[in-house]
């Protein structure tokens, strides 16, 4: 990612953020209430997608203070009883829950809760440069310092956890990093070692890496659907968050609206048709879009999403997962009143 996209991304956020911020929908389950995310049904298929990627301000850092997407993590501070704070010496993402550690002892879960995370991220009154040392008019040295806090937990499974992070705005107010989803909730699930480009939706993997997936957004939303990328390739990951965004030419352009209905039935048997006889929309590959018969988005016809100036293939009437080498999902829409 360059970092002169991080810097858009980066003042966006912290000029102006605030619960209102690009809101969208959550996903949820067949028969399960809004917001909840580990009590959803096996076999549930019928979920709200977005448009949105999810990537925040904070959303990934390196873990050993190194400068990434123009972030760079410079301590965190662990919450003890009695107003006790705890310098922490290392920090780590472990399937889709983040640890710290102070000497021999890891903390995670609840007991980071209160804990803080301190990052150095471009002044914006000055610029930014992307370390490149070009002459472009950035000062690399132009920086400030901002303090992230875990303000809540929820655990989701042994391994699996959703965090809210908040931080101060400009008008010294506390604001959440992640947009609410529609139960309300701002909360993040951490992710080891992958890197997010905002503009293509490409994951690419990058060593001592956390990743802040927002529920709201697609990385979090894929999570929460069942498809955990510590339980696959990152390669059928991102077809899964590519698949949440409607991103039918896999170039990062979503052909949806957020809070869109769609069914999804997978490889993996987490989910499945409920409304079988609903039309189909894509059939989606390891490799792109094998066919597309009815876009999500009803504004659109399928003739009229191209991907590199041509139209998709049609899908067969009698069309399954098997239709297709290497597919991973078959989504449907949602036609019913």
């Excluded at 009154?125 to 472009?136: A, K, L, R």
């Excluded at 499974?157 to 959703?162: H, Q, T």
């Excluded at 959440?176 to 890197?195: M, N």
Aim: glycine residues 10%.
């Amino acid at each position: 990612m360059h970092a002169h996209h991080a810097l858009s991304v980066l003042s966006l956020a912290l000029m102006s953020v605030s619960p209102a911020l690009g809101c969208d929908p959550e996903s949820t389950g067949v028969g399960e209430a809004e917001g909840v995310v580990s009590l959803r049904p096996v076999g549930g298929g019928v979920w709200l997608n977005t448009s949105s990627i999810g990537s925040k301000a904070f959303s990934e850092f390196d873990m050993t203070g190194l400068l990434h997407d123009g972030v760079r993590l410079t301590g965190a501070l662990l919450k003890r009883p009695n107003n006790q704070w705890l310098t922490v010496t290392a920090g780590e993402v472990v399937d889709g829950q983040l640890r710290a550690k102070v000497g021999n002892t890891t903390y995670t879960g609840a007991a980071l809760v209160g804990s803080r995370w301190k990052f150095q991220i471009p002044n914006y009154d000055y610029g930014y440069d992307d370390d490149d040392d070009q002459d472009d008019g950035y000062d690399d040295n132009a920086v400030r310092n901002v303090e992230l806090w875990i303000s809540a937990y929820t655990e989701v499974a042994v391994n699996e956890g959703l965090y809210t992070f908040q931080t101060l705005n400009e008008q010294g107010q506390p604001s959440f990093i992640c947009d609410a989803d529609a139960g309300g909730s701002h909360a993040a699930i951490p992710v080891r070692d992958i890197s997010v480009n905002r503009v293509t939706g490409q994951i690419t993997a990058r060593p001592k890496t956390a990743y802040l997936a927002c529920t709201s957004g697609a990385i979090g939303k894929a999570i929460t659907w069942g498809y955990k990328p510590w339980q696959r390739t990152l390669t059928d990951f991102e077809v899964a968050t590519r698949m949440v965004r409607a991103d039918y030419c896999f170039d990062g352009k979503s052909w949806t609206q957020d809070g869109t209905v769609l069914q999804v039935r997978d490889v993996y048997n987490i989910n499945n048709f409920v409304y079988d006889t609903e039309p189909t929309e894509v059939v989606w590959t390891k490799t792109g879009v094998a066919c597309l018969t009815q876009p999500r988005n009803a504004i659109y016809t399928a003739p009229q999403v191209t991907c590199g100036g041509q139209p998709l293939a049609v899908c067969p009437a009698n069309v399954t997962l098997a239709t297709y080498p290497n597919a991973l999902f078959w989504t449907k829409v949602d036609t019913r009143p």
